[in-house]
Nanobody, 118 residues
Framework: QVQLVESGGGLVQPGGTLRLRCAASGFTFGYYVMRWYRQAPGKERELVAR????????RYADSVKGRFTISRDNAKNTVELQMNSLRPEETAMYYCTAHSDYTQDDYWGQGTKVTVSS
């Protein structure tokens, strides 16, 4: 059974830091590109960060470059998103996803809520 379980969300003050974690199981993690998306209430879903299957390539939304870092540990089947200098407008549900370029399979987690507020 495929599972992506996010954790690490919560309430943080503007300028604060959170580290999100996604634990994967039920598929061959090392073959999948991993992404973090977010969706704020009433807004479209936004791709935040992407990391290649081996971890050698990363991409970020322009709005988070220099503040967020995506990383993965293929031995532990985890991907993380380090978020620094958080802004109120980044309040959203954050989702971890897995994509296979070979099978075109896509898997999504249930999301973790991030609230940036004073």
């Amino acid at each position: 059974q495929v599972q992506l379980v996010e954790s690490g969300g919560g309430l943080v003050q503007p300028g604060g830091t959170l580290r999100l974690r996604c634990a994967a199981s039920g598929f061959t993690f090392g073959y999948y590109v991993m992404r973090w998306y977010r969706q704020a209430p009433g807004k479209e879903r936004e791709l935040v960060a992407r990391i290649s299957s081996a971890g050698g390539s990363t991409r970020y939304a322009d709005s988070v470059k220099g503040r967020f870092t995506i990383s993965r540990d293929n031995a532990k089947n985890t991907v993380e998103l380090q978020m620094n200098s958080l802004r109120p407008e980044e309040t959203a549900m954050y989702y971890c996803t897995a994509h296979s370029d070979y099978t075109q399979d896509d898997y999504w987690g249930q999301g973790t809520k991030v609230t940036v507020s004073s």
